[in-house]
Structures are given as C-alpha cells and as structure tokens.
C-alpha cells in the first residue's frame, strides 16, 4: 500500500504531466527509462532531493528516471490550477481530492499519469500470433492487434429445489451448528430413485472421467469437485489462502478445507447447476444442540428415516422449523432431543415432560394434507396395539356403548393414554384446517366425521363409489350407514399406531359401580382406569377381562 508521502508526490505528478504542451517545455532535459513498474506508483523528488546528487539524476524505483531543476519546481508551482487552493494551502492537499490511479506492473508511469490506458503487449514470435489468434486471445482490427480482455469469472449461483411437503420420507444428511441438513428419502414419480439418489450418482459417475485437476486458483463461489472420502462430489468455494480453498458440500451441507490444487472443474453444465435438493432446517422447539444431543443424531445420519409432520416457513431465510416422526419407531423428534438435554437422573420423568415440552399452541402448527403429493394410506400401514395376557393389567376404558347390553368395551393400555388422546385431538385439528373433499377407496384409511368427531377410519361399504359405512379405528366401532359424510385424507403426520382393543368384560356388574349402577350413565365409562385380569379363549381371537378395580380417570372422551 502506497505510504502518504508517495501519493502526495504521485499526484504532483500527475498535475504536473498533465500541463498543457508549453509548460511541460519547460523540463527539457526529462529522462524516461523505458523499465516496467513494479511497484505500481509514479514518484517524483523535489529540490532538497536533487541538491544532495552530484550528478543531478535521481533513481526512482517505479521506473521513471528524472532530471529535475528548480524551473520544474516552479513551473508546477505557477501552473497549479487555481481557484480551489488558496494562498496558505499546498497544492499536495487539495490533490488528495483527486483520485489515485495506480499503474498495473507492466504500465509505463508516463500511461499512468496521463490516465491513459496501455497499449497490448507485443507478441514475439509469429508462431505466438497464430496460437494466440486461434485461441481468441487477440483479434485483428484494421490490420492491427487488438488484445481481448478475458472477462472475469461471475459464477452461477445454485438454485434450492422444492422443499418435501408434510408426509414424505426425509433422511439426515449432515448435522450442523443447531440445526440438520435434510433430503427427501422417498421414491420419485413412477417408482423412479428420488432426486437425491440421482443427483449423487450423475455426481459421482461424472467425477470419475475427470482425469485432471484445477491448473489455476478458483473464484469465490465457483462449483467445483472436491474430493471427500476418497470420491469426488460438487462444492462450492468459499474462500482461497495461501493454497487452501474452503468448500462447502451444498448436497450434504458440510464444509472442509482442502489444497486447490486437487480440485477439479465439472465439465456438465447441468450437473454442475442442478438445483439443490439437501436442505437445512431447524427442529421445532429445539433451540441448540447439547454434546448429548449431537452424540445421537450423528448415529442415525443417512440411516434412519422419518416422515416430515410440520413445515413451518420462516421470514427472511430459506431455513425452514420442521418436526418429524421415526417411521418405524414412531417417535417424533423434537420430544426425542428434548427428553436427551434433560439430566440423567431426570430421565424417569420423561412421559411426564412430554406434555409440557410441547407449546401450547403446538396443534396450530400440522399442516393440512396436499392434494397435489398425497399418497394414499393402506389399511397394512396402520401398527396395531397389544394387550398382554396377564393378571393386574392396568388398562384405561376408551368406548363403552355397550358395556352393559353386549358386555363389550373397548380399552388401551394406561402407558398409551397420553398418545391416545394427542392423536384424537390431532384428528379434529387436521379435519378442521383441512377443505379438500376425498373419495377413498377399498383398504385405504382416511378421517371421517362423524356426529361434529373426525375419527380415524377405514371405509368398509360402497354405493354408486361411494363409501357410506366405516370402520372406525379409535373406538373400534362400525358406524351406521351415513351419507355425504364429510371425508378427508389421511394426514401424513398422524401417526400410524392403533390403541384401542375391543373386549368382553366377564363382570359388567362391578364395571356398573363405577357409574353408580346406573347403566344411562354408560358415556361417563371413557376414562376410567382399571385393573382386570386378561385371558383369552381358544375358541375366538377377542379378549377377556376379569375387572377387579378401577379408578376415575379424565380421557378425552370422543
């Protein structure tokens, strides 16, 4: 960087170069080496400087040499423009208003200074010509050379592909600062591999018929191959110094350093811009990453797959708030991270953190169904519960119409009362935001209301292809036959589980005690806690309980 004394000095010159013919007259004896810059800024020495050189000749290290006199001196000082400078100020002040042009190493000064531009430089050989005019370098113009001016490098910028709506199968690709890099898992139109899948292996397959790397520095933002785990894959860079470039792996979301030099270029244009389908998002309610937390997530990267439930677009930047459900185990992962930042020892109360861990106005945030990507739920999908066969089953009453005239209830296990009751409550918020009609078919599951309760159900009679009775999964309970019953799709984000197990109670007598022993009261069964003894008999496949007690409960009645 050019010290002060030297712009002063530069620009003087400048003023002074730029003088009209007869005043530049007046420095006869000026000498000029014709030796490139190096340093990039003209100077000129002023009068105590040429009084102390025998030989009256100054040196200047950008090039110029010259012979100065106290003519020159004054014939800068008389010419000065004047106007703007007054009587006390030094010229050298006010041109520092004026802006510096600094010469390029093989500018001559005198270019600089006259604020011209360069001419080309000359080609030696006529061989040099030829290969410089086959390669574009230069073109003739009226017989002339004119050089072409390489235009400098603005690279493309990726463009993000579709997020995956609510319902479709995502993995984890990368974990990073608090948040994950995620990628639909899922198959593509007409059982195709997913774009993820495609994109890595065109990736791949193209890498590998690329023999050479990079033979100059890339630009910031250049998409390139980098290597990672001895394969090559598309990256972006960040930054270059002193050899290394930072890159960034816009389809895996993970970064690294690495020598430029083995990097290579990516000769497909449409694989080298093919949208980016790997996406960065925040878990819901999940502000930061404990080590515990991370320690976990990187066991399932690529391996475990989950169903996304919640998509939430957030002002400003293309992160997205997910949740989303393990599809086999069925957990859902914010609850999951949430329950691991507890302590050790609080580890036992997990259950009943779940209800608090939520926000209030979590069931604000399921997304209604996309008629657009809605892939119809099977009848198989649904995972159905189990009661054991034991003495002292603790067990909740969760429909009982007809405890007392077909001595028939139905239970859930006391573990599954907190997820009974959210899934039911999820049923009559994803019936309410949800405005699109639909026709199920045979073996499908959809919801269905019925008497003002959207319920899980299956369809099980058809008229003119149209279901008019149902299976309802939560009670279970056929209906009568309805017409026009509103129906829904089944929303990707409720879970799959089945609760509810239908029974025979063996002593509908002690159950009536428990409403009084009046049997009008029998809506006021859902909700009580029992402990029966189960059994089952060899001639049928439906329980048995023997009620020994039982508590009063709150379960969310439907």
Request: with cysteine; aromatic share 6%; charged share 20%.
């Amino acid at each position: 960087m050019a010290t002060p004394l030297r712009e002063n000095s530069s620009l003087l010159t400048q003023n002074a170069l730029s003088t009209n013919a007869k005043t530049l007259s007046a420095a006869p004896n000026l000498v000029k080496i014709p030796k490139p810059l190096t340093s990039g800024v003209a100077m000129t020495k002023m009068l105590p400087d040429l009084q102390t050189r025998n030989d009256n000749n100054v040196p200047v290290t950008n090039g110029v040499a010259a012979k100065k006199t106290a003519l020159d001196m004054e014939t800068v000082k008389d010419n000065f423009p004047a106007g703007a400078v007054s009587n006390r100020e030094k010229p050298a002040i006010n041109a520092n208003k004026a802006p510096l042009q600094a010469p390029k190493p093989s500018q001559p000064a005198e270019a600089v200074a006259n604020n011209e531009n360069p001419a080309p430089k000359p080609l030696k050989t006529p061989l040099q010509v030829l290969n410089a005019l086959q390669s574009g370098e230069i073109s003739v113009v009226k017989g002339k050379i004119v050089s072409k001016s390489e235009p400098p490098r603005t690279p493309k910028p990726l463009e993000r592909g579709p997020f995956p709506a609510p319902g479709r199968h995502v993995k984890i690709s990368y974990v990073g600062k608090d948040m994950l890099y995620i990628y639909d898992s899922g198959l593509g139109p007409n059982g195709e591999p997913n774009s993820f899948e495609m994109l890595i292996s065109r990736s791949l397959d193209c890498a590998l018929h690329v023999m050479d790397c990079l033979s100059a520095p890339p630009v910031i933002e250049e998409i390139v191959f980098a290597p990672f785990e001895d394969d090559y894959y598309r990256s972006v860079i960040k930054s270059v110094q002193n050899g290394i470039a930072e890159v960034f792996f816009p389809d895996f979301g993970n970064s690294m350093k690495i020598e430029w030099k083995k990097l290579k270029e990516i000769p497909d244009e449409k694989l080298k811009y093919a949208q980016v389908v790997t996406h960065p998002v925040w878990i819901d309610n999940v502000k930061s990453f404990t080590p515990r937390v991370n320690e976990y997530l990187e066991t399932i990267v690529d391996l475990h797959e989950f169903v996304l439930t919640t998509v939430i677009d957030m002002p400003r930047t293309h992160i997205r708030m997910v949740d989303m459900r393990h599809s086999i185990q069925q957990y859902v992962l914010s609850e999951k991270l949430l329950a691991l930042q507890q302590p050790e020892s609080s580890l036992n109360l997990k259950t009943k953190l779940v209800a608090q861990l939520r926000q209030p106005n979590s069931a604000l945030k399921l997304v209604a169904t996309n008629p657009n990507t809605y892939k119809p739920v099977n009848y198989s999908e649904m995972i159905d519960t189990n009661i054991s066969v034991s003495k002292g089953v603790e067990l909740v009453v969760s429909y009982a119409l007809h405890a007392f005239n077909e001595n028939k209830i139905s239970v859930i296990n006391k573990s599954n009362q907190a997820a009974y009751e959210k899934t039911t409550k999820d049923c009559q918020t994803y019936g309410q935001i949800d405005p699109n009609p639909y026709n199920p078919q045979k073996q499908e599951v959809c919801l269905v209301k019925v008497k003002d309760i959207w319920h899980r159900a299956a369809p099980v009679n058809f008229k003119y292809g149209k279901p008019v009775q149902f299976y309802l999964l939560d009670l279970p309970a056929f209906t009568d036959e309805i017409k026009d019953a509103p129906v829904r799709r089944y929303p990707p984000g409720l879970t799959r589980h089945l609760f509810a197990v239908e029974s025979i109670v063996e002593n509908p007598e002690f159950l009536l005690q428990a409403i009084h022993g009046d049997e009008n009261k029998v809506e006021q069964l859902p909700g009580v806690t029992i402990r029966a003894n189960v059994y089952q008999t060899i001639d049928d496949d439906i329980i048995h309980l023997n009620v020994v007690s039982y508590e009063k409960g709150s379960l969310y009645a439907l």
